[in-house]
């Protein structure tokens, strides 16, 4: 179970395509986020080493789901508003992007 208080939230501007890179337990990720017509989707980066590609964004649904993939922890997509998937239009202010560090030591 993950407690709130050991959830950060990953800053996100307003954009339809983003690319950031963040510091998370010890490991540099790059997250990519494009919208498409069909929802929001997100790419997650180690280095070099693309971990994962096209996942779509949901509200409250972890989008990492497993240690072996390499991230020293998960994501999510949390409105703060209803239960709506995440758009750009409200990202950073009503769709915010939590990480969690389940699997770091």
């Known amino acids: 179970m993950v407690s709130a208080s050991s959830l ?3 800053p996100l ?3 339809p395509s983003q690319t950031l890179k963040v510091s998370l337990s010890g ?3 790059q997250i990519t986020l494009r ?3 069909t929802g929001l989707y997100a790419d997650f980066d180690a280095g070099t080493t693309r971990l ?3 996942v779509l964004c949901q509200d409250r649904t972890w989008l ?3 240690a072996a993939i390499g991230l020293p922890g998960d994501f999510l997509f949390a409105d703060t508003q ?3 998937g995440p758009d750009t239009t409200g ?3 009503r769709f915010l992007l939590l990480y969690a560090p389940i699997w770091s030591s």
């Open 64 to 66: 990492v789901r497993d």
């Open 91 to 93: 990202l950073g202010s």
């Open 52 to 54: 994962l590609s096209g």
């Open 35 to 37: 919208q498409r017509s």
């Open 8 to 10: 950060l939230t990953v």
């Open 82 to 84: 209803g239960q709506q």
């Open 27 to 29: 490991t540099l990720v």
């Open 13 to 15: 501007s307003a954009l």
